[in-house]
């Protein structure tokens, strides 16, 4: 078994991420391939939680612009659900144990998330999916996910996304843009660098858990992470 750096951890999953090339809905040879590297991590005796978005499906803060934001907010939550039950599919087809807990309470689907049942899930080595954010309109899923990794005590929270890590100025628009290795979340509030928004960035800053962010543009990286491999940036206190 691999000698691994982190033995729980929470993973953030954008819906975008899932959507692949099409950029909507759900790519299965992604999320396959995704699902495969955590499952590397599982059999490598780490605990596994994740916390999924929606804007494959629903951009809730943009949709909110012409509707009411709580109601936009909790249409982005039932978004989550539908990511949240194709990545347990996939998980189930390759032979890897997972639960779905939903912060707003689904029971036909899934189990309402309890803090103490998700912990026990991911000690029995099952991966645990975790839906509809923090259950409350005007908060991210990057805010739901740092809340759950201060609740099951994750040592580290790792943000796979569509970039490699942070810069000091968007990427995209700029050929010059410097990455980091290691930033401070400090540093991340003041220059407004886009990690994640400033009250989950905050949030993971008080409770002094570490984030890593990378890309997913190759899932193997989530392994890497977890064996402690330099990939992306680290913020950290």
Known sequence: MAQVKYKR?????????LAGQRGFGIDFDVATSVCSAIKKCVDSGVEVAIVVGGGNFWRGVKEGEK????????????????????????????????????????KAVAEP????????????????????GTGHPYFSTDTAAVLRAAEIGADAILLA??????????????PGA???????????????LSVMDSTATSLSQDNHIPIILFALSDPENIYRVVLGEKIGTVVEN
Not at 116 to 121: E, T, V
Not at 122 to 131: K, P
Not at 161 to 174: E, F, H, I, L
């Open 9 to 17: 951890v929470l993973i953030k999953l954008s819906g975008e991420a």
């Open 67 to 106: 509707m009411e934001r709580s109601r936009a907010d909790h249409i982005g939550m039932m978004a989550t659900v539908m990511n949240a039950l194709a990545l347990a599919d996939v998980f189930e087809h390759i032979g890897c144990d997972v639960r779905v807990q939903t912060a707003l309470e689904i």
């Open 113 to 132: 998330y309890i803090r103490l049942r998700a912990m026990k899930h991911m000690q029995l080595g099952r991966v645990v999916i975790l839906a509809c």
């Open 161 to 174: 996304k569509n970039v490699d890590g942070v810069y000091d100025s968007d990427p995209a628009k700029n």
């Open 178 to 192: 410097v990455k980091f290795d290691e930033i401070t979340y400090d540093e991340v509030l003041l220059r407004h």
